[in-house]
Structure formats: C-alpha cells, structure tokens
C-alpha cells in the first residue's frame, strides 16, 4: 500500500525552489497558486532568506502550493493516482495539501485557506510571547508528565522519542530548568505556541470562513492528524482543518493507522526529509521516499507503481458506503440493522479498540443496499461497512 504524506511547517529551507521552477510547466501552474495566495511565492521559494520564509504567513502557503504542483508532477493525470493512493495525511499544514489532493477542496480553495490560517496564526501568536520546544528522548510517560506539570501542551507527538512541548516563554524557561530525565530540549524558531489553545482566535476566523466552502467526500483515505482516524466524509475533513489548528497534531497515531492499512511504502511531498526520517524510525521495513528535487520525479514514479494497489474507496455518484475510522471491533447499532432507510447522520453502531471507542454514522443517509461486514468484525481504517443508495437518485 501506498501513503502520500505532506510535511508542515518548518521544512522550507531557503532557495529550495529554484530547480522545481527551471520547469515551465511547474513554473505556470505554482505562479498560479501564488496568484490566488496573493503572494509572491516564487520569490520567497528561490531568493529570500530563512528569516523571510519562517514567517507563518509565508511558510504556509509556500508549503501548500509547492506540495500541490509536485503531486501533478508524479501524476499528470490526478485521477491516476486514485487507484494506486491506498492513503493521503499531512503534517499540521501539511493537512490542507492532503485534502486537496484527496479533493475534498480544490487547490484553490486550499491556498485561500493556508493564507487566511497562516495570517491568523500569525496574529494570534503575536498577543502573547509563545513558543516550541522539541523534547527527544527520555521516557515517555516522564516527558508527557513534565509537559504538563510545567503548564505546557504537547502540541506535536510526532512517535517514539519526539515530542513537541508548546505554551508561554515564562513556561518554556521553566520547563527548560527542570526538563525530563534523559531527554534533550531543542527550542524552535517558530513564531508562537501552534496547536494549542493560543492559536483560539484563529481557529474562529478560519471557521467562519470554512463555511462558505464546498466540500466533496474524499477520493482515498485521509487520515487526520487530530486523531489518526480515517475520515471519509468532506464536510467533517473540513472541520477537522479548522480545529486542528488549536488542537495537538498527533503524527504518531497516524503513524499507527499507516501500519494498521498495511502500508508499504510512503513518498513525502516537497520539501521532503522530515516524514520520511520519523517513519524511518518508527515504521521498521516499510520504504520510504523523499521527493526533494525534480530530477527524482521518475524514480518517485517508480516508487508509486511498485506500492500503489487498487483502492476499495469508489465514488461512483450512484451510491456511498460508510467506512470505518478505525481499527477495531465492529458493533452493528440495533435500530440501524433493521432499517430499510438511513437519515443523514444517523448512528449505524461503533468501532472499539484498546485505545478507545468510536462512533460511525452514515453522514449522507439513504436506502441500505448492503452491509458490507457483520456484527462483531474486526475491521481495518476505512474499510467499507455500509452501502448506501442516496434517496432520490435512480
């Protein structure tokens, strides 16, 4: 199985465009993006410095329009890749590059929204003196425990033996003079505590926005970085972009649902290195690619071909299924088995691991055609549960 995963900010180094732009072709469709950004990313992508694009309001979109451009790249044609992309997921903004190239929102929309997140997060973080700071090593129940004793938020826990502490620099200082046993404190050069309840107002200003957008059902899996679950449904992916910027970003549950899909291979977007090292580390046996040039593009090819699969995810306008979130036990809800017609939301039962359970409604409704497992099933993320013929349609 095959995982495309976009990183987050922090990736960008300086000039790390300019071989990708000597192509004309991805020259015309990035100058696009940058159009509809209302910046000039081939600026800050080829000739400004490091301090120039660390700038939120700059790193986002400069992230989002370079993953996006790459991704056509690889698949000229972008339905081709729904048939070998077994799952999509993204890194904190990294997110909004996987949802457009799932097409649960167009490229478009998806640089409106990065430039509206990273102006707001900007704002945010200029209220009051925030930052990160990486925690590597140590134990980690002793890690999460000193986050939180210090009055800090583990904003990023990217798997074994990286966290991400984030809060007040008063907090910070004090986290730094009494840190973890064993464990080494790196600060960030990042503008403000993200993913925290910090970045509040401008979770309010992207909501507010998010709701004029359209939305379709993703064409793969995507997998959120809010929880690691398989989301299936537009409208949700959406809400989940919006709230994910004050929640933590828990990479390393993803990292779980990837190794519960199967997955054999992940390629990581432009500018690549940081995913691919974490899945290296925590993903024993499963190859890795990082795309950080244009002169890899048909090794990366390659690389699609030889762990891209068929994807059980239709979207044949006829009917809908309703796919797991998870991995886990499948408990069929009794009023939904003995219905001929579902309502749009209406719970169908809920799948429980080890680590919680979750519910699974029918987002859509309509008329059940089939049920696709039964009662007490082990069932893998986003595997198919429930087809659904949508009312009205013949």
Known sequence: MLVLVAPGQGAQTPGFLTPWLEDPVFRSRFEWLSTVAGLDLVHYGTEADADAIRDTRVAQPLLVATGLVAALGIFPHPTDAFGKVGAVAGHSVGELTAAAGARVITA?????????????????????????????????????????????TAAN???????????????????????????????????????????????????????????HDPRTRLISNRDGQVVHEGREVLRRLVQQIAHPVRWDLCLDTMQDLGVTGILEMPPAGTLTGIAKRALKGVDTFALKGPEQLDEARAFCDKHGEFSEI?????????????????????????????????????????????????????QVVEWLVEDGDLVSPGQPLLRLHPEGVS
Do not use: C, Y
């Open 108 to 152: 478009e929309q998806a640089m409106v929204l990065v430039r509206e997140r990273g102006r707001a997060m900007a704002e945010a973080a200029a209220t009051t003196p925030t930052g990160m700071t990486a925690v590597l090593g140590g134990d980690r129940a002793e890690v999460l425990a000193a986050i939180e004793r210090h009055g800090l």
């Open 157 to 215: 826990d990217n798997g074994p033996g990286q966290v991400v502490a984030a809060g007040t620099k008063a907090q910070l200082e004090a986290f730094a003079a009494d840190p973890p046993a064993k464990a080494r404190l790196m600060p960030l050069s990042v503008a403000g505590a993200f993913h925290t309840d910090h970045m509040a107002p401008a979770v309010g200003h992207l909501g507010r926005l998010a709701q004029s957008v359209s939305v």
């Open 314 to 366: 239709d979207t044949t306008p006829t009917w809908r299924v309703v796919v797991s979130p998870s991995k886990g036990t499948f408990r069929r809800d009794d009023a939904a088995a003995g219905a001929d017609v579902l309502a749009a939301g209406a719970l169908i039962g809920d799948v429980a691991s080890t680590r919680d359970k979750v519910d699974v409604t029918a987002a859509h409704g309509g």
